[in-house]
């Protein structure tokens, strides 16, 4: 199916623990973003990317890591996960920095 | 410091009658303002938007306002239908640049049959 997927769903993992969630779409946009939701604070971004081999930081990038080495794939690594990490994460992708935004479901991380 | 502020967690309603969800922002800079909504276990949607330009935008059942001088935007849904409870979230962005949108806390409406 066409859109956009992220993997795992759900992942428990130890504080300390480096830990990738994927995103991958399939309409070839241009932009790609992760942002995280937590209460009471909506959802805030951490990375973007404008283009394969271009990311930026988000309102909220300390502890990540991104990259993208191709339009379809951009992956969220957090090196040494924490509590504070503890988030529902959302990835998205636009056809350009004027389109809105269409999200995957969702990867709930849980660091113990 | 929150620059798009929702200031209601949450809103119940009547099946049939109408939903005012609002927004508050600071930022006199953003120019291009989105809604959202979400359902439990799946990503947020796209639901409409509104550009500074104008005071209001309608699609079907949704219309958007903005008043620009109070900083505040509002969505109205009519009428309002069970299956239009969910989480919805404002966001703002400056030069209508969505790369870089701004969300509220967002607001959970309950429609109730």
């Known amino acids: 199916d066409a859109g956009i997927t992220q993997s795992p769903r759900y992942k428990i993992t130890e504080t300390g623990r480096q830990v990738t969630l994927m995103c991958h779409q399939t309409?070839?946009?241009?932009?790609m973003f992760w942002y995280r939701q937590d209460l009471g604070h909506g959802l805030r971004l951490i990375y973007y990317?404008?283009?394969?081999?271009?990311?930026d930081k988000g309102e909220v990038p300390d502890g990540y890591v991104v990259s993208r080495s191709k339009t379809e794939n951009f992956p969220l690594t957090l090196e040494s996960a924490t509590r504070s990490q503890t988030s529902v994460y959302f990835c998205?992708?636009?056809?350009?920095?004027?389109?809105?935004?269409?999200f995957g479901n969702g990867t709930r991380l849980t660091v113990t | 410091d929150q620059q798009v502020k929702q200031n209601s967690p949450s809103l119940s309603v009547q099946e049939g009658r109408i939903s005012i969800l609002n927004c508050d922002y600071t930022?006199?800079?953003?120019?291009?303002f989105l809604w959202y909504k979400k359902y439990p276990a799946e990503g947020p949607t796209f639901l409409i938007s509104?550009?500074?330009?104008?005071d209001k935008n309608e699609d079907g059942r949704f219309t958007v306002f903005l008043n620009k001088s109070a900083k505040h935007l509002s969505l109205h849904i009519v009428p309002s239908q069970p299956g239009d409870s969910a989480v919805y979230f404002c966001?703002?962005?400056?030069?209508?640049?969505?790369?870089?949108?701004?969300f509220g806390q967002g607001t959970t409406l309950q429609v109730k049959p």
């Open positions: 998205a992708s636009s056809e350009n920095k004027y389109s809105p935004l269409h």
């Open positions: 309409w070839s946009h241009s932009y």
């Open positions: 990317s404008a283009a394969a081999d271009i990311t």
């Open positions: 930022n006199s800079m953003f120019d291009y």
């Open positions: 509104i550009s500074s330009i104008k």
């Open positions: 966001a703002a962005s400056e030069a209508g640049n969505t790369g870089k949108l701004i």
